[in-house]
């Protein structure tokens, strides 16, 4: 969980998505208790710019991982669909499933197009050759 939280590439599941919004009003809610206090003075809108880009950036990956842009999460109440729908089943064009559920990589004769084996019936895998050199 939270393998790199600032990129904009990839999907994440649902449950990473909530733990980052609710971090960030937490965050939100400590910066308005010292938003007061005249030390701090107007540095504290700065220091909410790199929470405000961890929520954009894993808006956009849960987008991803329910088979949208990155652009959907500006859509107003978008965001219960995100935080309420389960994602897209198997590999999209954004990513694999996060959950690992649908990943196979291999196709239809039972070739293994990330690895590069065959698989046979029973799901384990060899070296394209090796059947032949067997025999």
Same mark, same amino acid.
């Given at each position: 969980?939270?393998n +790199?939280?600032?990129s904009?590439?990839?999907?994440?599941?649902?449950?990473?998505y %909530?733990?980052?919004?609710?971090?960030y009003?937490?965050?939100?809610?400590?910066?308005?208790?010292? *938003?007061?206090?005249a030390?701090?003075?107007?540095?504290?809108?700065?220091?909410?710019?790199?929470p405000?880009?961890?929520v954009?950036? *894993?808006?956009?990956?849960r987008?991803?991982?329910?088979?949208?842009?990155?652009?959907?999460?500006?859509?107003?109440?978008?965001?219960? %669909?995100? =935080?309420?729908?389960?994602?897209?089943?198997?590999?999209?064009?954004?990513? +694999?499933?996060?959950?690992?559920?649908?990943?196979?990589?291999?196709?239809?004769?039972?070739? +293994?197009?990330?690895?590069?084996?065959?698989?046979?019936?029973?799901?384990? %895998?060899?070296? =394209?050759?090796?059947?032949?050199k067997a025999?």
């Amino acid at each position: 969980m939270f393998n +790199d939280p600032f990129s904009f590439y990839g999907r994440i599941r649902r449950t990473e998505y %909530a733990l980052t919004i609710i971090i960030y009003y937490i965050f939100y809610f400590f910066v308005m208790v010292f *938003q007061n206090n005249a030390t701090f003075g107007d540095w504290i809108g700065i220091i909410l710019l790199l929470p405000i880009y961890l929520v954009i950036s *894993q808006g956009a990956k849960r987008c991803h991982d329910l088979g949208k842009s990155g652009w959907w999460q500006l859509v107003p109440f978008y965001g219960f %669909a995100m =935080l309420f729908s389960s994602g897209d089943y198997g590999p999209n064009e954004y990513g +694999d499933n996060p959950k690992g559920e649908g990943n196979e990589s291999y196709d239809e004769f039972g070739y +293994d197009v990330k690895t590069g084996k065959m698989m046979d019936v029973n799901g384990n %895998a060899s070296q =394209l050759g090796e059947e032949i050199k067997a025999e």
